[in-house]
């Protein structure tokens, strides 16, 4: 398969530049995903159907296969194929209302990780825009980022499930794609990421002192990671929940599909819940007219604020026992009625 060329001379999307570097670093890097793909369940593993490709292949790109190590210096690009292979399948790139992403951004993960909604990400990878957006923990000052990867990792060694966050951002003049890594089934998202901390100095000391000591400076502030790894997380968790507004061009559209693998000659843009986010807004907007005339409001529109709930399940009259279930954010006097936006893309 052959890349495209984006149509009509508009800005290319960020995403295609991401894939022309890696491929200018590593020619045969998409002959090689495929490839491996090909493999799965003969002479590897057969890995779950919702990871695309296990970082173990991209290890193994970097590296240039056998016995060979990958250097600190390269260790990065195996989260930067590991997602862009995923992402290549159907080139999906997620733009949210402004006002219900904000709502997202404040959504925190309470409890543990509901890692069973994750597993219904709409693609094996996607990217989600987050303009204006800056994420802190990854250094001493907060960093703009313009969006971020997210998929599904199954490590063959050991079988364990991760999220995988790759961060868009920009520093000082200088483009970075960062990875957040996410060890599920460790409950909450403090636990997950203190594992997958972990696990990168177990990685680091096979590379030395040094690399101990690199790993140990980059570590980021715990709390503050935590809460922005919340707000990603959150977004994410919207795109999976059943309840996802996800449209393009104003016409409701399903969710894209992991297979077949379609290959698309460029990106689609998926516009998300772009309606709830203009119903939401003309309900505050009659809601402070109505206060202003002295009249008695209903409580304004809102989301509700994903949360977790409690439901009694099995029969009435025999033996019940209590479920913990994830519940995502939910709108509250809001009525989408007939509300038709009108999007203004702007590059």
């Known amino acids: 398969?052959?890349?495209?060329?984006?149509?009509?001379?508009?800005?290319?999307?960020?995403?295609?530049?991401?894939?022309?570097?890696?491929?200018?670093?590593?020619?045969?890097?998409?002959?090689?995903?495929?490839?491996?793909?090909?493999?799965?369940?003969?002479?590897?593993?057969?890995?779950?159907?919702?990871?695309?490709?296990?970082?173990?292949?991209?290890?193994?790109?970097?590296?240039?296969?056998?016995?060979?190590?990958?250097?600190?210096?390269?260790?990065?690009?195996?989260?930067?194929?590991?997602?862009?292979?995923?992402?290549?399948?159907?080139?999906?790139?997620?733009?949210?209302?402004?006002?219900?992403?904000?709502?997202?951004?404040?959504?925190?993960i309470d409890g543990e990780i509901p890692e069973e909604i994750l597993y219904r990400l709409p693609e094996w990878c996607v990217y989600v825009e987050t303009p204006g957006r800056t994420v802190r923990g990854m250094g001493p000052e907060a960093i703009p980022i313009h969006g971020y990867y997210a998929h599904l990792e199954w490590d063959p060694n050991d079988e364990r499930r991760e999220l995988r966050l790759l961060l868009d951002a920009t520093a000082e003049g200088q483009d970075y794609l960062l990875p957040i890594i996410l060890h599920l089934g460790h409950g909450t998202l403090d636990a997950a990421l203190g594992a997958a901390h972990a696990e990168a100095l177990r990685v680091a000391r096979a590379h030395g002192e040094g690399a101990v000591r690199v790993a140990a400076e980059l570590a980021p502030p715990a709390a503050e990671l935590a809460q922005d790894t919340a707000a990603l997380v959150s977004a994410l968790l919207y795109l999976c929940s059943q309840a996802a507004e996800i449209t393009q061009a104003g016409t409701s559209i399903p969710h894209p599909h992991r297979v077949p693998l379609r290959f698309p000659k460029g990106p689609t843009t998926w516009d998300v819940a772009v309606r709830l986010g203009a119903a939401i807004r003309e309900a505050?907007?009659?809601?402070?007219?109505?206060?202003?005339?002295?009249?008695?409001?209903?409580?304004?529109?809102?989301?509700?604020?994903?949360?977790?709930?409690?439901?009694?399940?099995?029969?009435?009259?025999?033996?019940?026992?209590?479920?913990?279930?994830?519940?995502?954010?939910?709108?509250?006097?809001?009525?989408?009625?007939?509300?038709?936006?009108?999007?203004?893309?702007?590059?």
């Open 1 to 108: 398969m052959t890349e495209g060329d984006v149509q009509g001379g508009a800005v290319p999307p960020r995403p295609r530049a991401h894939m022309a570097a890696i491929r200018q670093l590593y020619p045969q890097v998409w002959s090689q995903v495929e490839d491996f793909r090909r493999q799965r369940g003969k002479g590897l593993p057969a890995w779950p159907e919702w990871c695309y490709l296990p970082l173990a292949a991209a290890y193994a790109i970097v590296s240039g296969g056998g016995e060979n190590k990958v250097s600190l210096d390269r260790s990065l690009d195996i989260a930067r194929i590991g997602a862009l292979a995923a992402w290549r399948v159907s080139q999906g790139i997620y733009a949210f209302d402004a006002g219900v992403l904000d709502g997202l951004w404040q959504t925190p």
């Open 284 to 347: 505050h907007r009659r809601g402070d007219e109505a206060a202003g005339g002295g009249s008695h409001a209903s409580p304004r529109a809102h989301i509700r604020r994903a949360h977790w709930h409690t439901y009694l399940t099995g029969p009435r009259e025999g033996e019940q026992r209590r479920e913990l279930r994830w519940l995502p954010p939910i709108p509250v006097n809001v009525d989408l009625g007939d509300l038709v936006p009108t999007i203004h893309r702007v590059h």
